[in-house]
């Protein structure tokens, strides 16, 4: 675009040229009041989020006696850590009185299993339908899309049968093994997107030179899946952490997660309310996952999306 | 043609997940389908009285618990759709203003990564008639009504305990849970589109809010539609939260059909019932889930077009 | 025993026919290029005798073996792709053993293997490297590698230079062919590029629409072109193809393309006698025209025509004459075509005995 104006032109030599004022101003960021207003106003949804979390920690550590005071957005007079150790070691859940610390390991222990089942069978499942010619591979991912869906209900009466029969019913095995199945789909669909995108020729370069099934997947395709693994776990150990359902309905009373527990402690009717116990043990189910989160941010994100909208 | 090695091997390596979903969902979903019509009670009885065949289901649309269940859902449905605009609003300030992008998603986003059972807990505490914020509101001498004055003009943020508005204490804690989730798809959308329609916008002279609402918001509607159909999903399947917050309470004030399905398999002991209520809630969504399936059939299509 | 064989192939994906009723014999040693624009079918028939793809109906064979029902693994080729394909997590090493360690060769001979091929490449120094640090050319020589290391006796290609650029296609046509005389092993080549074809083919085997145009060494494809499809296909700049009448007088055979321009073909090797009167096509390579008057050796035909542009490239110069409706395309020496301006007219000879004839109706040569 000519900076020379009409008029410099029509001037020709020997007249005075029009200041050359630049067409575009240059655009500086610079701290407008609207700037300022969208800063408080997400500042303030900002607090809006944190207070449950300020909430729980800040009551965690009063006493009970500061509670009873009703200030519920002061800091604790006394920073006591009672809560947390009765939360840890005391806390009852059922008829057992042990505290918080069974069903943190309970959950601990259900992650790793259900993660190895549902991570290994989905990812040999989505290597096969994405890379490899299987006729009615469209027809079982139509399926496998609408099983994501289905609520838990409809299948909840068939499994806990199920499980019986197999003698998981009320273990942690039993809970690790409907959170396989359950997750089973979408992982599948998950990977099966991830795998879809690797190069063809890549793939037609392995079956020339190796063509086994197996092979091509362990030597070639895991080393290639570390970024969609990643996603994956933080998905996967997020939910089934989190998880209530699965936990209540099939942990029985051995294997109860840590959820469980927090759910019977802060349901109970009977006798009176330790509101400090309560957010204690609210807190400690919560640090694992959150601490995650902190960890990751972005991928966790990517997870949680990968999770809703099936890859 | 022989048959292939290479065409077997997949296709055995597919068994498992094959014999999983065949059992597990499909027959399971066949299973519960056919327990709907029998008379099973905490055992399953499968024998059809073919004269009455539709007769749990009858049952089922005259009990009051499963109509307030309806509503309750239509109700948090509507309530937890401020999660999604709520979520633009963020998404939008956040991507117009992008000073403090990065701490600004940490924060919104944390309570992903928290349980709904948790969740439930702390807002249930701060909703806590005599010792949670009302105390607090009422301490800082504010009076008010939140429940529409009924205690005569004073602080009542007795929200959990009323029938009328215990549901509106869970929808809050809905939005504050879900409403980063949305944000962030938001943003995703937001970031797709061309920062020269701003641009262009802003030489027209068309004022900021004319802009989102008339250009970006329906570039966006996929990512709302999305949205929309997530929601729904995630509403239809709310349980913890309830259970976190009031237990189905005040009485069944704030039961839902998953509530109510899994009280009618454990408490009511009653397994035709809840097979019932089960199926009811397979309907409803499939009901959610055919546009879901029709978006991303529509997707699909326009992805390989502009290949 | 040809080294690779199709019989009757067809390929057929629902209700289209890529292929139809196709025959090639490749003999033991060929360099065999299959040529033609995108679409025709080169790559379909190479995804066949990879056996990446099955064929609908036909048989192919390998030496004396049918290895129409067999997996790729097992039909003893090696093919090397247009984007390398090279195992990106593994090292340049572990790529040329992968298809190895299936072989279930011992150790030793994997090492000397990887070891040979590494050093006829010249990408010894690169082996603990992963793909993503080697450059294009690099890349391109590990998937040779990888293919060299199998000991085969068919090696494929799959458009393997599209993706390098104009110096590096060079070299590596030239270390292609290099390899190729060296270890006397049978290719097939697939590309669109006539340049790599003419100048790597013992066999070339020119495709258009699923069929094979013409099958022979590049000489015969490029003298004596068996259709105008091959003839307008081969040769840059194009061949002239003009239409012209036939005119017997006196024993001579003339072909006229207008009042005033024709060219004598008298010794024209028809496959059948020519008719009076008969609608034919001409093509005339740019190359075996000249200037009336510089000339060195007998010129047939006349043609008398203004200069539309004349492009200079240094080495050559390519001369366009107006002729109606369009132009003719003339390769002169620069320092002939110094000098000539558009506009001018100039008297231009073509080279006698060089013309191509086609019929006119069938495209077919005459």
Not at chain 1, 198 to 216: C, H, K, L, Q, V
Not at chain 2, 240 to 258: F, H, I, K, R, Y
């Amino acid at each position: 675009m000519s900076q020379i104006s009409v008029s410099e032109r029509a001037a020709g030599a020997g007249e005075v040229p029009v200041s050359r004022a630049p067409v575009f101003a240059r655009l500086r960021k610079r701290i407008t009041p609207q700037s300022i207003a969208v800063l408080v106003f997400l500042g303030m949804c900002a607090l809006f989020f944190c207070i449950p979390l300020y909430v729980v920690v800040v009551t965690s550590f009063k006493t009970m006696d500061q509670i009873r005071e009703g200030a519920i957005f002061a800091l604790p007079q006394v920073w006591s850590l009672e809560a947390w150790d009765h939360a840890w070691n005391r806390a009852c859940s059922g008829i057992r009185c042990d505290g918080l610390k069974v069903g943190f390991w309970n959950s601990v222990a259900i992650l790793f299993p259900s993660l190895i089942l549902s991570i290994a069978l989905s990812m040999v499942t989505g290597y096969a339908l994405a890379l490899w010619n299987v006729r009615w591979a469209g027809t079982f991912l139509f399926v496998l899309f609408i099983c994501a869906f289905v609520p838990f209900q409809i299948i909840m009466y068939p499994l806990i049968v199920m499980t019986t029969t197999l003698k998981v019913y009320g273990t942690l095995w039993g809970v690790a093994l409907i959170h396989a199945i359950l997750a089973m789909p979408v992982l599948t669909l998950i990977f099966r997107n991830y795998y879809k995108d690797i190069p063809t020729e890549i793939m037609s370069a392995a079956i020339m030179d190796s063509g086994s099934f197996w092979r091509i997947f362990f030597e070639i395709i895991v080393p290639m899946s570390g970024n969609i693994l990643i996603v994956i776990l933080i998905l996967q150990i997020t939910s089934i952490w989190n998880d209530y359902l699965i936990g209540v309905t099939f942990g029985g009373l051995a294997g109860q997660p840590m959820t469980v527990n927090l759910a019977n402690l802060i349901t109970i009717s009977t006798g009176t309310t330790n509101y400090a116990h309560n957010m204690a043990a609210a807190l400690l189910t919560a640090i694992p996952p959150l601490v995650v989160y902190f960890l990751v941010g972005k991928l966790f994100v990517q997870g949680v999306t990968a999770g809703a909208i099936k890859g | 043609m022989a048959p292939r090695w290479s065409r077997i091997a997949p296709q055995l390596a597919l068994t498992p997940a094959l014999a999983v979903t065949a059992v597990a969902f499909v027959g399971s979903i066949g299973w519960t389908v056919y327990l709907s019509f029998t008379r099973s009670r905490r055992l399953p009885d499968y024998e059809i009285d073919w004269s009455e065949w539709g007769r749990q289901y009858d049952r089922l649309f005259r009990d009051a618990g499963w109509e307030i269940s309806l509503r309750n859902l239509v109700v948090l449905g509507l309530g937890s759709a401020l999660a999604i605009v709520f979520g633009f609003i963020l998404a939008a300030m956040i991507d117009k203003e992008k000073r403090g992008e990065s701490f600004f998603r940490t924060v919104f986003l944390y309570p992903l990564a928290v349980s709904l059972i948790v969740t439930g807990a702390a807002w249930r505490w701060i909703f806590n008639p005599t010792l949670g914020a009302q105390s607090f509101l009422r301490g800082l001498g504010w009076q008010g009504g939140v429940d529409g004055g009924a205690r005569g003009g004073q602080v009542a943020f007795t929200c959990l305990a009323q029938p009328d508005t215990a549901m509106y204490a869970i929808i809050l804690a809905s939005v504050w849970q879900s409403a980063g989730f949305y944000m962030a798809l938001m943003l995703a959308g937001l970031k797709g589109i061309n920062s020269e329609i701003w641009s262009a916008a802003r030489l027209d002279g068309v004022p900021l809010w004319r802009v989102y609402v008339e250009i970006i918001i329906p570039m966006m509607k996929f990512t709302f539609i999305t949205c929309a159909i997530l929601l729904s999903l995630g509403v239809i399947k709310a349980y913890d939260v309830v259970v976190a917050m009031t237990n189905g309470g005040p009485g069944q004030s704030t039961w839902v059909p998953a509530y109510f399905t899994i009280n009618a398999l454990s408490a009511k002991s009653n397994l035709g019932y809840a097979s019932t209520a089960a199926v009811m809630m397979l309907a409803i969504t499939f009901v959610v889930f055919i546009p879901l399936v029709a978006l991303t059939a529509w997707q699909q299509r326009k992805r390989e077009a502009a290949r | 025993m040809p080294a690779v064989s199709f019989e009757h192939i067809v390929k057929r994906y629902g209700a289209v026919t890529v292929l139809d009723d196709l025959n090639l014999a490749i003999e033991d040693g060929d360099f065999l290029v299959l040529l033609g624009p995108s679409g025709c079918g080169k790559t379909t028939l190479l995804n066949l005798l990879a056996g990446l793809l099955e064929v609908t109906e036909g048989r192919i064979t390998i030496g004396d073996r049918d290895v129409t029902d067999l997996d790729p693994k097992d039909r003893g080729l090696a093919m090397v792709f247009q984007s390398y394909a090279l195992y990106p997590t593994k090292t340049v090493r572990g790529n040329l053993r992968f298809g190895l360690a299936a072989s279930r060769l011992p150790r030793d001979e994997q090492e000397r293997r990887i070891a040979w091929a590494a050093r006829l490449l010249q990408i010894e120094p690169l082996l603990d490297r992963k793909p993503a640090q080697l450059s294009g050319g690099q890349r391109q020589r590990v998937a040779i590698g990888r293919a060299l290391v199998k000991k085969v006796g068919v090696f494929l290609f799959d458009e393997p230079l599209s993706n390098l650029d104009a110096k590096l296609r060079t070299e590596m046509r030239l270390e292609i062919k290099k390899l190729h005389d060296e270890l006397k092993s049978t290719v097939v080549y697939v590309t669109h590029d006539q340049i790599e074809a003419m100048t790597m083919a013992t066999k070339i085997a020119v495709m258009d629409a699923g069929v094979i145009q013409q099958f022979g060494t590049p000489d015969e494809i490029y003298e004596r072109p068996a259709n105008l499809f091959v003839a307008g296909f081969i040769g840059a700049p194009a061949m002239n193809l003009r239409p012209a009448t036939l005119r017997l007088a006196a024993g001579r055979v003339e072909a006229v393309f207008a009042p005033g321009a024709a060219l004598d073909v008298t010794d024209y090797p028809f496959a059948a006698a020519p008719e009076d009167g008969m609608a034919v096509i001409a093509g005339l390579r740019p190359e075996h025209f000249d200037l009336k008057g510089a000339a060195s050796g007998p010129l047939a035909g006349s043609f008398t025509l203004p200069v539309r542009s004349t492009e200079r490239t240094g080495s050559d110069a390519t001369l366009y004459l107006a002729f109606a409706p369009d132009h003719l395309a003339l390769r002169i020496s620069p320092d002939r075509a110094g000098g000539l301006q558009p506009g001018d007219r100039v008297e231009v000879g073509f080279q006698a005995g060089k013309a191509n004839l086609f019929d006119a109706r069938s495209g077919r040569r005459l």
